[in-house]
């Protein structure tokens, strides 16, 4: 059973910073992309940033300039970097590990049990 193990979440307010961990094996089956998702109550889950083994790198728009995902293939750790928080942002985060560089999430096939950040106003 492959494990993703997030970290990092809390409430802050709005302006303020986060920085999520995920820790997982950087290959699993041929699954080497690393990404984000979040899924609001009431809402489906969407791609926040994804990232290759390589470095290749997609955001979604709504984050672009806000955060910044990066990974440490040494430590098996992704990590997700949030900066000027809106309380739009406020949903659970999930690690995934997926088989392309993309933000939809049928291409994952690994998930995390999910880090909840909250954003007040």
């Known amino acids: 059973q492959v494990q993703l193990r997030e970290s990092g979440g809390d409430l802050v307010q709005a302006g303020g910073s986060l920085k999520l961990a995920c820790i997982g094996p950087?290959?699993?089956?041929?699954?080497?992309?690393r990404g984000w998702f979040r899924q609001a109550p009431g809402k489906g889950r969407e791609g926040v940033a994804v990232?290759?083994?390589?470095?290749?790198?997609e955001y979604a728009d709504s984050v672009k300039g806000r955060f910044t995902i990066s990974r440490n293939n040494a430590n098996d750790t992704v990590y997700l970097q949030m900066n000027s928080l809106k309380p739009m942002d406020t949903a659970m985060y999930y690690c995934?590990?997926?088989?392309?560089?993309?933000?939809?999430?049928?291409?994952?096939?690994?998930w995390g049990q999910g880090t909840q950040v909250t954003v007040s106003s």
């Open positions: 995934a590990a997926g088989s392309a560089l993309s933000l939809n999430p049928n291409w994952v096939h690994y």
């Open positions: 950087g290959y699993i089956h041929g699954n080497t992309y």
């Open positions: 990232i290759g083994y390589g470095g290749s790198i």
